[in-house]
């Protein structure tokens, strides 16, 4: 596909956020404080955030041959995402998020992911004109790794930037992965799966991005859970602290961080530049309950002041 800036491969869902004041223990009730039902899923909210940024994007994913499926891709072409690559599964429902958020900002997640809405080899052997057409490819790794090794092997042997978002379970399939990476994004927990230590300060975050760029990817940004995030790239490192915003609910944040991360790398911009804007990105999504991103100029600049100096 001539003209895309990024091809997203991964998950799009229904999301419905419910904010409540606190969970209810069993056999009691709780008011709902407010309702959001939104496009969802970690694939289609990175493809939002890029399209949010200016990024031509396309999207390789599954929904059901459902109601809701064709409502998800009406929305997402709202949204100015190309859609043409995502996969109508017949007989299957479309996957659903319901993320409940109570008044401390803690979620609970009850998912609906039919394994028939996961991508296969197939699917991506489907989008491959795509996935060697678009710029980058940016892979989210809670799909199959079959179907990712696929999608980020189409897009290497076609010289396009790749960027992986998360960590497999398996770690033949994490060294196959890391070794197609030109980029690749771990929260806490998905840097403890690669490494086998979740990092719990700066410096420590900084040592797993140095280890982890041995792997492949000249590229890591890693979290280090409520403190902020390390980059570390072949010539230079920073760790970059997290924005002082308020959280109401940070789903989401991590989605729209990876959003700006490749976009900035795309561009060519200095690697501090695409550090503070990528965490900035993901500020800019705690503030509200739901995944969905909103990345306005005014929302990042607002971000970039609130972000400590380092």
Not at 130 to 142: H, I, K, Y
Not at 174 to 180: G, N, T
Not at 289 to 310: F, H, M, S, V
């Amino acid at each position: 596909m001539a003209g895309l800036d990024v091809m997203v491969v991964g998950q799009v869902a229904r999301d419905l956020v419910l904010r409540v004041d606190e969970v209810p223990e069993a056999g009691g009730t709780a008011p709902v404080r407010r309702r959001r039902e939104l496009l969802g899923g970690k694939g289609a909210n990175q493809a939002v955030g890029l399209a949010q940024l200016g990024a031509a994007v396309g999207l390789l994913g599954v929904v059901g041959d459902d109601e809701v499926g064709e409502r998800l891709l009406a929305l997402a072409r709202a949204d100015g995402i190309d859609v043409q690559w995502v996969r109508r599964r017949p007989g299957t429902p479309t996957a659903l998020i319901v993320d409940v958020v109570d008044a401390d900002a803690d979620w609970r997640y009850l998912e609906d992911v039919p394994e028939a809405t996961l991508l296969t080899c197939d699917d991506v052997a489907g989008a491959a004109s795509a996935l060697r057409g678009a710029r980058a490819v940016l892979v989210q790794l809670q799909q199959p790794a079959r179907a990712a090794l696929a999608a980020a092997r189409t897009a290497r042997e076609a010289g396009r930037l790749v960027v992986l978002d998360g960590a497999p379970t398996d770690a033949a399939d994490a060294d196959a992965l890391l070794a197609l990476a030109d980029v690749l994004r771990a929260d806490a927990q998905e840097v403890e799966l690669l490494t086998g230590h979740a990092p719990r300060d700066a410096e420590a975050g900084l040592a797993a991005g140095r280890g982890l760029l041995r792997r492949g990817p000249s590229l890591l940004a890693v979290e280090v859970a409520g403190k902020g995030n390390a980059f570390v790239w072949p010539d230079g490192e920073l760790f970059v602290p997290l924005s002082e915003t308020p959280t109401v609910d940070d789903t989401g944040a991590g989605d729209a961080f990876v959003a700006a991360l490749t976009l900035g790398v795309l561009r060519g911009e200095p690697r501090e530049r695409v550090a503070r804007h990528a965490v900035a990105a993901a500020g800019a999504t705690v503030g509200h309950p739901g995944g969905r991103p909103a990345l306005t100029p005014e929302a990042l600049r607002a971000q970039l002041d609130r972000i400590p100096a380092t």
